[in-house]
């Protein structure tokens, strides 16, 4: 069985930096893209950013210059580095991986608060 596990998340100021990190584990064969989405009160989820194996990167149009996303496949893991946080930042954040174990799927994080505010 195949799980991710989110950290990172928190409260933060208006201008401030949070680093999430994604770790994957179980039967994994390979992972081809990892991207993180959120979801903030009332709204649909939107893909933030996402990362593919062979690091080529793709980022919202909302957190371009702000947001890096990174990968050590080595340890399973993706990372999202937050910097500038806005207020409208504040979501849950998800992480998401096609994975290819006994089969190939997509596979969804717990997910993890981020709140920005004063």
């Known amino acids: 069985q195949v799980q991710l596990v989110e950290s990172g998340g928190g409260l933060v100021q208006p201008g401030g930096s949070l680093r999430l990190s994604c770790a994957a584990s179980?039967?994994?064969?390979?992972?081809?893209?990892m991207g993180w989405y959120r979801q903030a009160p009332g709204k649909q989820r939107e893909l933030v950013a996402q990362?593919?194996?062979?690091?080529?990167?793709n980022y919202a149009d909302s957190v371009k210059g702000r947001f890096t996303i990174s990968r050590d496949s080595a340890k399973n893991t993706v990372y999202l580095q937050m910097n500038s946080l806005k207020p409208e930042d504040t979501a849950i954040y998800y992480c998401?991986?096609?994975?290819?174990?006994?089969?190939?799927?997509?596979?969804w994080g717990q997910g993890t608060q981020v709140a920005v505010s004063s």
């Open positions: 998401n991986a096609i994975i290819a174990t006994t089969g190939t799927g997509r596979y």
């Open positions: 179980g039967r994994i064969f390979s992972i081809n893209t």
């Open positions: 990362i593919t194996s062979d690091g080529d990167t």
